[in-house]
């Protein structure tokens, strides 16, 4: 089975400090993705990977920085974390060509509270 | 900008019973998904679909291309159905998904 792992489930920071969300995938999917889920929002799309070092913008972006640094791990950077950051963030993956091309696999979420 | 609605917003249900969650959207797309998320916990990708129907056990997911809609349904639903049902599409123009608001389903017993 395809697993995405996020480091931490449940976190809690201050105002001002810097936050890494890990995010790895044992599958060797292309495509690795940053979500936040708010409620009455749905989820949105923060920060996009097809590749080792490639990034895209999502629809919210601002605020936020992301490395994949190796094809199986996406990491999601909040520079000077900000209390409207507090959600629910989720990592998936998906693979690139092939049958199951674009068959999403989600972590479990992190829950981050910015006090 | 894709729509994507999903009804209803809420579903309460009693064990037994045959379910069906809605999705519509507003333009061209790719492939549709239908998504599981239980309270507190991650998602789970139950259907990728493009055209026609799929099955996977009690779960029945339909899309109509022409009239943009998509239907998942769930017969003899149980107590541990209960979840929220997330709709999502991929625009054929570009990679990105755009996600309803979710379906809260409570199956009761």
């Known amino acids: 089975d395809v697993k995405v792992t996020q480091s931490s489930r449940y976190l809690v920071k201050r105002t001002g400090e810097k936050v890494f969300l890990e995010c790895v995938q044992d599958m060797d999917h292309e495509n690795m993705f940053w979500y936040r889920q708010d409620p009455g929002l749905g989820l949105r799309l923060i920060y996009f990977?097809?590749?080792?070092?490639?990034?895209e913008k999502g629809d919210i972006p601002e605020g936020y920085s992301v490395s994949r640094e190796k094809k199986e791990r996406f990491s999601l950077i909040l520079e000077s974390a900000s209390t409207n950051q507090t959600s629910m963030y989720l990592c998936a993956s998906s693979m690139l060509g092939g049958r199951n091309t674009g068959e999403l696999f989600f972590g479990e979420g992190s829950r981050l509270t910015v006090l | 900008k894709n729509e994507v609605e999903q009804s209803p917003q809420n579903l309460t249900a009693q064990e037994g019973e045959f379910i069906t969650i809605n999705c519509s959207y507003s333009v061209g797309i790719s492939a549709l998904h239908w998504l599981q998320q239980h309270p507190g916990g991650g998602i789970v990708s139950l259907f990728m679909l493009s055209s026609g129907k799929k099955k996977h056990g009690r779960l029945i997911a339909t899309i109509n291309i022409q009239e943009k809609h998509s239907s998942l349904h769930i017969t003899a639903s149980h107590p541990r159905d209960s979840a929220v049902y997330i709709c999502a599409v991929r625009s054929s123009s570009n990679y990105k998904l755009t996600f309803g608001k979710g379906t809260l389903l409570t199956v009761n017993p």
């Open positions: 990977s097809y590749d080792v070092k490639m990034k």
